[in-house]
């Protein structure tokens, strides 16, 4: 699918207005049923919101220990002695601007992207959401869109907690390794952390949560009758997702560079 999207640009460009006018469709539901108080759907949201968040933020705790770890490290032993400020900057732009969202939305789209390709997948296969449409319980109201909104809620969160732990944890390194001072640390720290580099992590925490949520449903929803089909689906959604991520990382970051 990649390499089609590679050799075809006006299929990429297709491929993304139909993600895009799935997200916009889920926001209306989300809106539709906030006013109709449909609690099965925010049932649904919340299980989401567990699996894909909660149960994720061991490795994702994990993970920033381990890159605040390896970022200060490499910066000490780059700039030696007398860098505690320029270890500060350094973090924010490394962490907070690209790698915090970026490597939770990986982590994300490992874990869970599969998860739901495979789900909805596999009720297509055994006809399931054919019967929910007989009852008369639309499918993207009740299947996709607490699926991709409790996934962009879970990564945007969880990027958060990503930076904290990052920064956090990059100072205990560098104040029991190099006894670098709080002061001079945060000084840095604070000097770059600015509204423009927490709103490039937030953008684009949001967009991968979205996109990640779109392509698992679409490609889980694709399949047609055959079992075989459910594996093939949820490889699909691993790979577009990562090849979108690094589209929309990006692309954001050259918005907010010009």
């Known amino acids: ?27 209306t539901d989300a809106l539709a049923a906030m006013r109709q ?12 919101v567990y699996f894909t968040g909660l149960e994720a ?21 780059i700039a030696g002695s007398g860098s505690e400020t320029l270890t500060g900057k350094v973090i924010v732009w490394i962490v907070v601007r690209e790698l915090a969202p970026l490597l939770t939305a990986i982590i994300v789209v490992a874990r869970s992207g599969t998860a739901i390709a495979a789900e909805l997948a596999q009720m297509k296969v055994a006809g399931e959401i054919d019967y929910l449409e007989s009852l008369g319980i639309p499918a993207p109201v009740y299947l996709v869109m607490p699926r991709i909104l409790g996934v962009a809620s879970a990564v945007l969160v969880l990027a958060i907690y990503f930076e904290f732990a990052a920064v956090l944890g990059g100072f205990l390194v560098a104040s029991l390794g190099w006894h670098v001072p709080w002061e001079q640390y945060s000084q840095g720290v604070f000097s770059v952390l600015t509204i423009t580099e927490l709103a490039v992590s937030l953008v684009k925490s949001a967009l991968f949560g979205l996109f990640i949520g779109a392509i698992c449903c679409r490609q889980g929803l694709k399949v047609g009758r055959s079992v075989t089909q459910i594996p093939q689906a949820a490889t699909r959604a691993v790979m577009q997702s990562l090849f979108l991520l690094f589209i929309i990382d990006g692309v954001v970051s050259l918005f907010f560079l010009l």
Not at 1 to 27: E, N, S
Not at 57 to 77: H, P
Request: glycine fraction near 4%; include cysteine.
């Open 1 to 27: 699918m990649t390499g089609a999207l590679f050799d075809k640009p006006l299929a990429l460009i297709d491929y993304l207005y139909d993600l895009v006018q799935l997200i916009l469709c889920a926001c």
């Open 37 to 48: 108080g449909a609690r099965p759907v925010l049932s649904v949201y919340l299980r989401q």
């Open 57 to 77: 933020f061991k490795i994702i705790l994990v993970t920033a220990l381990l890159i605040g770890t390896v970022v200060i490290t490499q910066i000490v032993s």
